[in-house]
Antibody, heavy 121, light 108 residues
Framework: VQLVQSGAEVRKPGSSIKVSCKASGDPIVGFDISWVRQAPGQGLEYLGGIITAFGSTSYAQRFQGRVTITADESTSTAYMELRSLRLEDTAVYYC???????????????WGQGTLVTVSP | DIQLTQSPTFLSASVGDRVTITCRASQGVRNSLAWYQQKPGKAPRLLIHGASALQTGVPSRFSGGGSGTEFTLTINGLQPEDFATYYCQQLKTYPALTFGGGTKVEIK
């Protein structure tokens, strides 16, 4: 199984971006997917996640209202949309699969290759 | 949110060395802690989950320990391919999970 993300994008401040993450080799139904970003030279920051079997989502507080995570079971693809982009949203965005033990998320055990989103005037 | 503080932030070591990285949580997270390795231009790779469980395929020179608020990642016999940045992550308060700031391991 691999998570394959869409390609690099450039956007202007105030616009939005939608990044895709396709599971190849296995249906995404039943996979829990989270999104994590990494600004240039910085650490990892969690945005939110989806439990694809139920379509339930949860978001980090600082991104509430600005990010939406969805999944299309028919294509085994998850999406992350970030709106009202700012210069500081420039980052590599990763999708990652949850490792579950007894229905509890214990880690992210499979990651996409990352998508560079550049926000520039 | 629970804050995770890693130390040191930078570590210089030689091949064959034993190195230990510490991750301290601002509140107890039981054993809900994972460790990742990241190389430049690559996605993070899971090493340890549940504070001490080695992920399948990860060499046994990596080990994790601790519980509550203090955790360690130890590499016994550093190899050339281990020079990378390491991150801890707490998942006790999922979805309000957090990452540590990272520890960069470089060649002395």
């Amino acid at each position: 199984v691999q998570l394959v993300q869409s390609g690099a994008e450039v956007r202007k401040p105030g616009s939005s971006i939608k990044v895709s993450c396709k599971a190849s080799g296995d249906p995404i139904v039943g996979f829990d997917i989270s999104w994590v970003r990494q600004a240039p030279g910085q650490g990892l920051e969690y945005l939110g996640g989806i439990i694809t079997a139920f379509g339930s989502t949860s978001y980090a507080q600082r991104f509430q209202g600005r990010v939406t995570i969805t999944a299309d079971e028919s294509t085994s693809t998850a999406y992350m949309e970030l709106r009202s982009l700012r210069l500081e949203d420039t980052a590599v965005y990763y999708c990652a699969r949850h490792r579950l033990e007894m229905a509890t998320v214990v880690a992210f055990d499979l990651w996409g290759q990352g998508t560079l989103v550049t926000v520039s005037p | 949110d629970i804050q995770l503080t890693q130390s040191p932030t930078f570590l210089s070591a030689s091949v064959g060395d034993r190195v230990t990285i510490t991750c301290r949580a601002s509140q107890g997270v039981r054993n809900s802690l994972a460790w990742y390795q990241q190389k430049p231009g690559k996605a993070p790779r899971l090493l340890i989950h549940g504070a001490s469980a080695l992920q399948t395929g990860v060499p046994s020179r990596f080990s994790g320990g601790g519980s509550g608020t203090e955790f360690t990642l130890t590499i016994n016999g550093l190899q050339p391919e281990d020079f990378a940045t390491y991150y801890c992550q707490q998942l006790k308060t999922y979805p309000a999970l957090t990452f540590g700031g990272g520890t960069k391991v470089e060649i002395k």
